[in-house]
């Protein structure tokens, strides 16, 4: 684990105040609003170690990673907004099943995966909400 910088607690509770994935450029621009002098490649290495530690989530979206604080521990999947950018953490049992059903049926062992559904929130559908990720 990374040692606790005031930099690093700066990113992690701007992240954990969002409910949607965010670019590290959007997230440097709202701490930098908020008066900190912050680098933005302390926001790229702190997002970087957030994640690699699980303790963020990051997607690629059009060539560009996005992240967000988990709100859930261990694996789990994500419902995305393409509009608003909304995630709703969610289990999926039965992908657990089938990635480790797929992987033993061609004799592979320790599946792992990723899995992200992406669709359009009802708040946006009712508005009819334009597609951004």
Known sequence: ??????????????LAGRDDFVSAQSLHSALRAGGSPIGLATVYRAL?????????????????????????PGHHHHLICRSCGRTVEIQADAIESWAASAAAAHGFSDPQH???????????AARGGSQIL
Do not use: I, N, P
Request: net charge negative; with cysteine.
């Open 48 to 72: 970087s170690d957030l994640a690699e530690e699980g303790e963020a989530d990051s997607l690629q979206a059009e060539g560009e990673s996005l992240y967000r604080a988990c709100a859930s």
């Open 1 to 14: 684990m990374k040692r606790r910088t005031w930099q690093r607690t700066a990113v992690q509770e701007a």
């Open 114 to 124: 990723v899995v992200d559904v992406f669709g359009t929130c009802g708040a946006c």
